[in-house]
């Protein structure tokens, strides 16, 4: 059965810290895996990744994939308060379905 | 705010009605997706829309129609609604379809429950 879990379930931080953010996929057929931050509305882009050891950044955020393992993680350095979100993990397959999981609650505290 | 908006977000119907959800982007993407959430909680595509084209239909059936009156709207259209037609749909869009470099950004989402 595809599926895509992530850990920690939930995380409380405090302002500075740095985080690591974990997503595992078993998806048959997979194209990429997408990460995405949500707050009160629609989830918002954050990266996708393709191939396998190439890092991906903006800012303090960052993000690889390793297609051996498959997993990925998300790495957030320097947190801020307005980091506190839900961190969604997507699979996305060659039939463009998506797998999404459920998410990692971060809570950064001042 | 750039995002995918859909409308509205629940929608509480009776079997047989005709229905329509909206969608818009003002993000500037020329591709627009709808998703069928399904039981186990993944997306499943339904149809996709670049520049006002069609280019992914999967199998639904004919009571869906999508509409997209320009490259910022897809509006989905449901007619003699069933009850398995309850679901949560997603809309989204892309730059570009494939690998879009920019992934994909998605709605927040439309609850439909048929009565």
């Known amino acids: 059965e595809d599926k895509v879990v992530q850990s920690p379930l939930s995380l409380v931080v405090h302002e500075g810290d740095t985080v690591t953010l974990n997503c595992s996929y078993e998806?048959?057929?997979?194209?990429?895996l997408l990460w995405y931050k949500q707050e009160k509305k629609a989830p918002t882009f954050l990266f996708m990744l393709t191939s396998s050891g190439i890092e991906k950044k903006s800012g303090r955020l960052s993000s690889i994939l390793d297609k051996k393992e498959l997993s990925s993680i998300l790495n957030i350095t320097a947190t801020q308060t307005g980091d506190s979100a839900i961190y969604l993990c997507?699979?996305?397959?060659?039939?463009?379905?998506?797998?999404f999981g459920t998410g990692t609650s971060l809570t950064v505290i001042p | 705010d750039t995002a995918v908006s859909q409308t509205p977000k629940y929608l509480v119907t009776q079997m047989g009605n005709d229905k329509s959800i909206k969608c818009e982007q003002n993000?500037?993407?020329?591709?627009m997706y709808w998703y069928k959430q399904d039981s186990k909680k993944f997306l499943k595509i339904m149809f996709s829309y670049n520049n006002k084209e069609l280019i992914i239909n999967e199998t639904v059936p004919n009571r869906f129609s999508p509409k997209s009156p320009d490259k910022a709207h897809l509006n989905l259209h449901i007619n003699s609604l069933e009850l398995g037609d309850s679901a949560v749909y997603f809309c989204?869009?892309?730059?570009?379809?494939?690998?879009?470099?920019?992934?994909?950004?998605f709605g927040s989402g439309t609850r439909l429950t048929v009565v």
């Open positions: 998806v048959t057929n997979f194209r990429s």
């Open positions: 997507a699979v996305r397959n060659t039939g463009n379905q998506f797998y």
């Open positions: 993000l500037g993407h020329d591709t």
């Open positions: 989204a869009s892309s730059q570009g379809a494939g690998d879009p470099v920019y992934g994909y950004t």
